[in-house]
């Protein structure tokens, strides 16, 4: 963040000159702030309606900081804009509000970052740009998703570009994965910003993540993706490790990516293909799983799996027991346990026996 250019004995003395000359419609709004959180956001039980005041609070703060921005000189100053926020939050305890100033190559009009969140189970973010100091500073750009939110401000690079990477993260589930979204966004010369990159694009309902970092120009995400025999809280799991990378083209993509215990997709993925050719009577299609002739004439047609975890195997050829179920005609369920082995083509059906007769 760039630092005034004033120190920081004469940064109070123009704080507290400003506080006395700030205009009068800056109470005003204090005030409707203060009712619109206390009095209509609290009795709100409508998540539509609750959406729409909390998007005329965003606005309260949006006019709060383009106030002094437009005032310029110390009035445009971060410290300047964090006290006046200060009083909004002193006046409401459910809303968190923080600026800064991207530090922008030289020439550039001040950018200023609004990073501001609402706490409690329907918490929000919002991410707020500004463009410029004085009377043409204008709010240039905002996005507002569910969950906490975080930002990152990347420097700009040989093409000028300031970039933020703006991340909303959801409460933590049980293993406590949460949901995350990420947006990238390009501030360019001329005040002009853009949404550059989404996670929505491949993501619509959010990384489910057990872990995130980053660091200017990567996101890395780790999380279990959801295939074939994937069950929640099962040890041993299949785990990616997605490191996104700066493009060319300005937005972010996959450049590299880590598999751990890939065997347990494999394996749900061979057990998927053997369910369903047992429903729909493939013998060729039984034969490539169940090398054993006797062992396939044994297999009921109506095997079903079980959301039962598997414990992982102990060694590279060691075999992993998985459990299913048989539905009879009389809808009887009778369990059974499928033995897997790892074989050079792939996972193979070596036993399977009804665990109780």
Same mark, same amino acid.
């Given at each position: 963040?760039?630092?005034?250019?004033?120190?920081?004995?004469?940064?109070?003395?123009?704080?507290?000159?400003? *506080?006395? =000359?700030? $205009? /009068? @419609? %800056?109470?005003?709004?204090?005030?409707?702030?203060?009712?619109? #959180?206390?009095?209509?956001? &609290?009795?709100?039980?409508?998540?539509?309606?609750?959406?729409?005041?909390?998007?005329?609070?965003?606005?309260?703060?949006?006019?709060?900081?383009?106030?002094?921005?437009?005032?310029?000189?110390?009035?445009?100053?971060?410290?300047?804009?964090?006290?006046?926020?200060?009083?909004?939050?002193?006046?409401?305890?459910?809303?968190?509000?923080?600026?800064?100033?991207?530090?922008?190559?030289?020439?550039?009009?001040?950018?200023?970052?609004?990073?501001?969140?609402?706490?409690?189970?329907?918490?929000?973010?919002?991410?707020?740009?500004?463009?410029?100091?004085?009377?043409?500073?204008?709010?240039?750009?905002?996005?507002?998703?569910?969950?906490?939110?975080? *930002?990152? =401000?990347? $420097? /700009? @690079? %040989?093409?000028?570009?300031?970039?933020?990477?703006?991340?909303? #993260?959801?409460?933590?589930? &049980?293993?406590?994965?949460?949901?995350?979204?990420?947006?990238?966004?390009?501030?360019?010369?001329?005040?002009?910003?853009?949404?550059?990159?989404?996670?929505?694009?491949?993501?619509?309902?959010?990384?489910?993540?057990?872990?995130?970092?980053?660091?200017?120009?990567?996101?890395?995400?780790?999380?279990?993706?959801?295939?074939?025999?994937?069950?929640?809280?099962?040890?041993?799991?299949?785990?990616?490790?997605?490191?996104?990378?700066?493009?060319?083209?300005?937005?972010?993509?996959?450049?590299?990516?880590?598999?751990?215990?890939?065997?347990?997709?494999?394996?749900?993925?061979?057990?998927?293909?053997?369910?369903?050719?047992?429903?729909?009577?493939?013998?060729?299609?039984?034969?490539?799983?169940?090398?054993?002739?006797?062992?396939?004439?044994?297999?009921? #047609?109506?095997?079903?799996?079980?959301?039962?975890?598997?414990?992982?195997?102990?060694?590279?050829?060691?075999?992993?027991?998985?459990?299913?179920?048989?539905?009879?005609?009389?809808?009887?369920?009778?369990?059974?346990?499928?033995?897997?082995?790892?074989?050079?083509?792939?996972?193979?059906?070596?036993?399977?026996?009804?665990?109780?007769?």
């Amino acid at each position: 963040m760039r630092r005034p250019w004033f120190g920081p004995g004469l940064a109070a003395a123009w704080l507290a000159v400003a *506080a006395l =000359v700030a $205009p /009068a @419609g %800056a109470q005003d709004r204090l005030e409707r702030f203060r009712a619109l #959180a206390r009095e209509q956001l &609290a009795a709100a039980a409508d998540t539509a309606e609750r959406e729409r005041l909390v998007g005329q609070l965003y606005e309260l703060v949006d006019a709060e900081v383009l106030d002094s921005l437009h005032g310029g000189g110390p009035f445009a100053a971060p410290a300047f804009i964090r006290e006046r926020l200060d009083a909004m939050m002193e006046a409401w305890g459910g809303v968190t509000l923080r600026v800064v100033r991207a530090a922008v190559p030289s020439g550039r009009e001040p950018l200023t970052v609004g990073l501001y969140t609402l706490s409690g189970p329907d918490g929000s973010g919002a991410l707020r740009f500004y463009s410029g100091a004085g009377p043409e500073a204008t709010l240039s750009g905002a996005s507002v998703h569910a969950g906490q939110l975080e *930002a990152q =401000v990347w $420097p /700009a @690079g %040989a093409d000028r570009v300031v970039r933020v990477l703006a991340l909303w #993260a959801g409460a933590p589930e &049980a293993q406590g994965a949460r949901p995350l979204r990420g947006e990238l966004w390009a501030a360019h010369e001329g005040g002009r910003v853009e949404r550059a990159w989404t996670s929505a694009a491949e993501w619509p309902d959010g990384f489910w993540v057990s872990d995130w970092r980053t660091q200017p120009g990567e996101l890395v995400v780790r999380y279990q993706p959801r295939y074939p025999g994937w069950k929640p809280g099962c040890p041993g799991q299949t785990e990616q490790e997605d490191h996104y990378r700066l493009t060319a083209a300005g937005g972010l993509a996959v450049a590299r990516r880590q598999v751990t215990a890939a065997w347990h997709r494999e394996l749900g993925a061979a057990a998927d293909r053997l369910f369903g050719a047992l429903a729909a009577r493939d013998p060729a299609g039984l034969a490539r799983l169940v090398p054993a002739p006797a062992l396939r004439a044994r297999l009921p #047609a109506t095997l079903v799996a079980e959301p039962v975890c598997e414990t992982p195997p102990a060694g590279p050829r060691a075999p992993v027991t998985m459990a299913a179920t048989e539905v009879r005609d009389d809808g009887r369920r009778v369990p059974w346990a499928l033995t897997w082995t790892r074989q050079p083509a792939g996972w193979r059906l070596s036993a399977a026996r009804p665990v109780l007769q």
